[in-house]
């Protein structure tokens, strides 16, 4: 492999890295455009090496996160089994529906996701003093504090999530775009805990699609260790800043890049990627 | 036994590992011998996440948490039948 081609795809890993630990997106909305159009790998095989940086960036990031407590690992596992059993619902939906369709719904809602996000001040329902139970759960906030909440509409959430893994799978992005707004916005988990939990769930996820691919024998190898390499690195960067970030302006930039996702489908949903 | 502390290690130690493997296997692809070595870091990468649910599910067990535990044998199951029915 050519030095300049490693040197590109160390670069793509690491910036794709920072941004999904920072903001729990797994960044397949990033790997699979630039390995297409820049690195001229075809989709399948764009796709299959996307899968490896994604883990690799997710679990590094993770490392972290679980460690420190940030990422929800219980409510990870309980909502991760309804995304994947929505991916395996939407894998055999898609065969049905426009391609171009489902982008387009995947915009709106990421869209409508975005504006509430800006819009809607953060909203974390405390529990009530002692209370204890299944859905009780304390965070370090902006001040260091620790801060309990509780999770809410987790029936909803967990149904969500299943459209959520319907989506992705359909529109083959979106697994973070979809989950945070979903567990800030209606499960009332702060973002700073929404974040490291997707970010946890979505190496979960990107293991059973990677796993056939690579047992089928369709990854590049030299690829996905370029891009792996470059993903673990960048997470762990992502993942010290994250702690730094404070609440406010995380949603903020968060919306931002959820409206760059949404532009980006939509461009795809036109046909011009 | 700390579930998140058990759940970073199993984590750490299986992606770290995996990235070394994938590095030298990317430096040893340049004499033509690194394919294997390549092979298994990326394999052992791939693994990792399901590593970390194997390893939070034990310690979930051992803990006496007998709900959440269960949770996640449900997970390591739709997980498992996911990968066999896209392998079949």
Not at chain 1, 28 to 46: Q, S
């Amino acid at each position: 492999m050519e030095l300049l081609i490693l040197s590109g795809l160390l670069l793509t890993g690491s910036a794709a890295g920072v941004l999904g630990a920072l903001f729990g997106l797994g960044g397949g909305f990033i790997f699979v455009p630039v390995l297409m159009l820049v690195f001229g790998l075809a989709p399948a095989e764009a796709v299959a090496v996307s899968l490896v940086g994604i883990i690799a960036g997710s679990t590094g990031a993770s490392t972290v996160f679980v460690d420190r407590g940030s990422a929800n690992v219980r409510l990870g596992l309980l909502m991760e089994i309804t995304t994947a059993a929505g991916a395996v619902i939407g894998a055999a939906l898609a065969a049905y529906l426009e391609d171009w369709l489902l982008m387009c719904i995947f915009s709106a809602v990421v869209l409508y996701s975005a504006a509430r996000m800006i819009l809607d001040p953060e909203k974390v329902i405390a529990p009530a003093e002692n209370a204890s139970g299944r859905f009780v759960f304390s965070y370090k906030d902006d001040g260091g504090r620790d801060s309990a909440y509780e999770v809410q509409n987790v029936r909803g959430g967990m149904l969500l999530c299943t459209a959520a893994g319907m989506i992705s799978s359909m529109t083959g992005v979106g697994g973070g775009a979809v989950k945070v707004p979903l567990m800030n916005l209606y499960m009332h988990i702060p973002i700073k805990v929404a974040s490291p939990t997707s970010s946890y769930m979505i190496g979960i996820t990107a293991f059973s699609g990677a796993i056939t691919y690579l047992l089928s024998g369709q990854i590049l190898l030299e690829y996905a260790a370029g891009i792996a390499a470059g993903a673990f690195a960048g997470s762990l960067a992502g993942s010290a800043i994250a702690s730094r970030v404070r609440t406010k302006h995380l949603r903020k930039y968060f919306s931002a890049l959820l409206i760059a996702v949404a532009v980006r489908v939509l461009i795809q949903a036109g046909g011009i990627l | 036994m700390n579930t998140n502390r058990s759940t970073a290690m199993a984590l750490r130690i299986s992606v770290v590992l995996g990235i070394v493997l994938t590095v030298a296997g990317l430096i040893l692809s340049v004499t033509g011998n690194g394919d294997r070595v390549l092979y298994s870091g990326i394999f052992l990468l791939v693994i990792s996440p399901l590593i970390g649910v194997l390893v939070t599910f034990l310690s979930l067990v051992l803990s006496g948490d007998r709900f959440w535990a269960g949770i996640a044998a449900v997970l390591i199951a739709v997980t498992f039948s996911g990968v066999v029915a896209s392998l079949l």
